[in-house]
């Protein structure tokens, strides 16, 4: 990286918010068009600059286009997914799914039933990483939402993770929700921090939890046969209910878990069995109630942050033994929203799309 663009990042990276999108995924997904689209914020009676916006990266670039209209509010919980040409096929703010035209799917409201959903956050949640999108290997039309919310807002904890199917061939091809707010577990669940990576066979995928006031990590198989697990694993340091988040590298080889309090786990990835290895704890010099975390598209650096600082790590490439079971991900960079600007995407989530797309170009290995 040059240092001009070291700079700039470093600039950028002192305003940092992190958002639950999709793009989590450590995943190419330039065939499938998943992790191209970024959404945020809402219509707002002055108009551009203010209100929503989208990022779209299916040229390379970072495009930034308004939609002053959006009328489902996108907060911090904002997943999407989108086709093989990028076009947007559902989205949700952890409260609603929201159709391709921005209006309201099929049976698509009511979803984490909560005090904090119906009487906080009714107009969609404020809880990063809260919301997970996973296609069904078994169909092309079936979608999973994995989802959760504050159960107990006193300890900011969740009792239940969630998982509403979606079927994109009913409704004309709107889609509509056919299952809602089946609970898969219960318990003390970290609120947010889900995310996944592709399994080793390149078919199916592994979708991470993680538990409160516990070094237990929760995961999930999503395979043609339907939803197994949970699986558990203890590995770590113990982390009470925070405001952190977690991400894969591009390659789905290592796994990150930052807070500004309890600081930054990172771990190597067995794709086949979904076991994390090789626990390494880093301190970092920070204490703030926001954090984000993102690797590079190349995979060499590691960026951690909060409101007030962003940190930078770098560590020497691996040879890692091949797997019988391992599936090239592919070579697309992935991008992760999970860096971005500190500021209220409801009041200005235009400008600070603006922001964003000069970081996302930046140059990074």
């Known amino acids: 990286m040059n240092h001009s663009g070291s700079i700039e990042k470093r600039a950028l990276c002192r305003f940092v918010f992190s958002v639950a999108l999709v793009f989590g995924f450590s995943y190419s997904a330039k065939s499938q068009g998943l992790n191209n689209l970024w959404q945020g914020g809402f219509e707002h009676i002055s108009g551009p600059p203010w209100g929503g916006s989208d990022i779209e990266f299916s040229t390379g670039a970072a495009v930034v286009t308004s939609v002053p209209d959006r009328v489902i509010d996108l907060k911090n919980t904002s997943a999407n997914i989108t086709n093989a040409a990028g076009d947007l096929l559902f989205f949700s703010n952890g409260v609603v799914v929201g159709q391709a035209d921005g209006d309201t799917m099929l049976n698509g409201t009511g979803l984490n039933p909560s005090d904090y959903t119906d009487n906080w956050y009714p107009s969609g949640l404020a809880l990063p990483q809260a919301a997970l999108i996973i296609p069904d290997p078994s169909s092309g039309n079936r979608f999973y939402l994995f989802h959760c919310t ?135 010099d920070d204490y703030d109630g926001s954090a984000g975390v993102a690797f590079s598209p190349g995979g060499r650096f590691l960026y951690v942050s909060s409101g007030l600082t962003c940190t930078k790590l770098i560590w020497r490439r691996q040879t890692l033994p091949r797997r019988s079971c391992i599936s090239p991900l592919g070579t697309r960079p992935i991008r992760h929203p999970h860096l971005l600007r500190h500021c209220s995407m409801q009041r200005n989530w235009h400008q600070m799309a603006r922001s964003i797309s000069a970081l996302a170009t930046a140059p990074s290995n």
Not at 181 to 192: A, D, E, H, K, Y
Not at 199 to 221: A, K, T
Not at 236 to 241: F, K, L, N, S, W
Not at 252 to 265: I, N, P, Q
Request: proline share 4%; glycine share 12%.
């Open 150 to 284: 504050f159960d107990d807002i006193p300890t900011l904890t969740a009792y239940n993770l969630y998982v509403t199917t979606i079927d994109m061939s009913m409704n004309g091809g709107q889609g509509a929700v056919v299952q809602k707010n089946q609970v898969l577990m219960t318990g003390s669940i970290q609120p947010g921090k889900l995310n996944a990576v592709r399994h080793g066979n390149g078919r199916d995928w592994w979708v991470y939890s993680h538990e409160v006031n516990s070094d237990r990590f929760w995961r999930f198989l999503v395979s043609p046969n339907g939803i197994d697990g949970p699986y558990q694993q203890t590995i770590g340091v113990v982390r009470a209910a925070d405001g952190g988040r977690t991400a894969f590298s591009p390659d789905g080889s290592k796994f990150a878990y930052y807070w500004g309090v309890s600081d930054l786990d990172i771990f190597s990835v067995d794709r086949c069995s979904g076991l994390l290895t090789d626990p390494v704890h880093i301190d970092i």
